[in-house]
């Protein structure tokens, strides 16, 4: 299926052959008809080059704009790995804190028992 700067293409190249044949049809003399379809290529010459820059300047803009959103979404990325980051930091640190007090718990309760058994010596 053809695009719509494809469509747009096909319509003026049918413009321009179907003029074309008009004017070799025509009543004019030659010296006319070329000077008419002379200046018939002209306009259409600028008419596609405005075209062409124009389509140019769109593919810029949207080049740049898909590049913004590139960066936001890398931005966003890199944030969300931060986050999850310091989440993962704070749940070891909490981990190794739980471990050291019950280590120190088991300390003391073995402690306790050492005591126990050297009191009823």
């Known amino acids: 299926m053809a695009s719509g700067g494809d469509k747009f293409v096909y ?6 052959v179907g003029a074309t044949v008009a004017l070799l049809f025509s009543p004019k003399s030659g010296e006319q008809t070329r000077q008419f379809l002379e200046g018939k290529y002209e306009d259409g010459s600028e008419r596609l080059g405005e075209k062409a820059r124009e389509g140019k300047e769109r593919v810029k803009g949207k080049s740049l704009e898909m ?3 590139m960066t936001e979404n890398i931005t966003k990325g890199k944030e969300i ?6 989440q993962v930091s704070a749940a070891i640190d909490a981990g190794k804190d739980a471990y050291e007090a019950e280590r120190r ?9 050492k005591k126990s058994k050297n009191k009823k010596s």
């Open 11 to 16: 319509f003026l190249v049918g413009g321009f």
């Open 67 to 69: 590049a913004e959103r």
């Open 81 to 86: 790995l931060r986050q999850q980051k310091d």
């Open 105 to 113: 718990n088991l300390t003391d309760v073995s402690a306790g028992k």
